[in-house]
């Protein structure tokens, strides 16, 4: 079974840093695409950042030169730098990613999400 596991999160001061983790575990062959999502109180969820599994990245317009995503594909582990963070932030970010784990096809999976508060 896959399982994707996000840690990290925490309260932070506005202008602070966090950086959250994501990481695969199970049985399966290959990780494709990733990115971290978020979704705050009352709002849809959104795409922060996604990251190809060749390393090609693209930003949601509110984090770019902020966030900074990545990932070490021997690790099976994605990773999410924020710096310069605003309380407009604050939001549960949720791991998402496309594995092969066999015939028939890519499945996506999410993860059980982590906290993040930023706040004075």
């Known amino acids: 079974q896959v399982q994707l596991v996000e840690s990290g999160g925490g309260l932070v001061q506005p202008g602070g840093s966090l950086r959250l983790s994501c990481a695969a575990s199970g049985s399966f062959f290959s990780i494709y695409g990733m990115g971290w999502y978020r979704q705050a109180p009352g709002k849809q969820r959104e795409l922060v950042a996604d990251?190809?599994?060749?390393?090609?990245?693209n930003y949601a317009d509110s984090v770019k030169g902020r966030f900074t995503i990545s990932r070490d594909n021997a690790k099976n582990t994605m990773y999410l730098q924020m710096n310069s963070l605003k309380p407009e932030d604050t939001a549960v970010y949720y791991c998402n990613a496309d594995i092969y784990a066999g015939a028939p096809a890519l499945r996506n999976y999410w993860g059980q999400g982590t906290q993040v508060i930023v706040s004075s």
């Open positions: 990251i190809t599994r060749e390393s090609t990245t």
